[in-house]
């Protein structure tokens, strides 16, 4: 059962990059605590099932076309969300992300603004289209950034991402500084390695495992460990949090170089 600081029962929320992975994980989670939630990605094609499945299971939810890089999609998607869910949203998880694939010196400018776009400019625009709503309605709300261990700390072959993990980082802070007046909490949750569909066959490889003995834990993340966090950022339980980076990486940032 959830602690009743962790209720979100009366709250809304937009998930973006909700068609599958950690995005989809977090918008169940959400709705299990008792928020409206509004499942965001670029073609609402992929979030149908999704949706019927939460409300098969009395969760209130909703779908949305929202391409967190273009304003104008940010803005119709943010407008829309709001209708669909009766009101403004009070906790947005700014989880769309990519991560890009090449060593540096093989990073073209496609690459770098595709990955740059999506990570931070998106969270820039899905942050500021629902904070300004937030201001406007003098409602207060909570930001959730998706960040991770690869802004404070890096890896080969996805400088971008790391580049834009880090600016993530630090425009968390920069807004929690100037949104705190309007009651608008703004924190980063920073997952080291989970495990997903998508990455499971890589750490079963030599390779992979290599990575899992540089991890304290010797293991990968469940996204199950993610949900205290998530929960703490979003609700009433984290009330006096705000700026904050919460690493969830099984040691992995206390690991040696």
């Known amino acids: 059962m959830t602690p009743s600081s962790f209720c979100l029962e009366g709250r809304r929320a937009l998930i973006t990059g909700a068609s599958s992975g950690l995005g989809l994980h977090f918008a169940g989670v959400l709705a299990r605590a008792g928020a409206e939630v509004v499942l965001a990605a670029r073609s609402t094609d992929k979030l149908v099932t999704e949706v019927e499945q939460l409300r098969a299971s009395g ?11 273009r304003s104008e999609s940010v803005q119709a998607g943010v407008a829309e969300a709001e209708r669909l869910a009766g009101g403004v949203l009070d906790v947005l998880v700014n989880n769309a992300g990519v991560s890009g694939e090449h060593f540096f010196l093989q990073v073209e400018e496609p690459e770098w603004d595709a990955v740059v776009d999506t990570n931070l400019k998106g969270a820039y625009l899905v942050a500021r289209a629902v904070a300004r709503r937030l201001v406007e309605a003098g409602t207060p709300g909570s930001i959730i950034n998706i960040a991770s ?3 404070l700390r890096v890896s080969g ?3 971008p991402y790391c580049a834009s993990k880090a600016g993530l980082i630090h425009l968390t802070r920069a807004m929690a500084l100037e ?3 309007h009651r608008i909490r703004v924190n980063a949750l920073a997952p080291g390695y989970i495990e997903t569909d998508l990455n499971r066959g890589f ?10 003995a540089r991890i304290p834990f010797r293991r990968l993340g469940l996204m199950r460990e993610l949900e205290g966090p998530l929960l703490l950022l979003a609700s009433e ?21």
């Open 59 to 69: 969760a209130r939810a909703h779908a949305v076309s929202l391409d967190v890089t």
């Open 203 to 212: 750490f079963e490889s030599g390779a992979g495992q290599k990575v899992l």
């Open 157 to 159: 072959s996805v400088a």
């Open 237 to 257: 339980a984290g009330s006096y949090m705000s700026g904050s980076v919460l690493e969830v990486d099984g040691g992995h940032l206390c690991s040696t170089l």
């Open 149 to 151: 261990i690869l802004g």
């Open 179 to 181: 949104l705190a007046r």
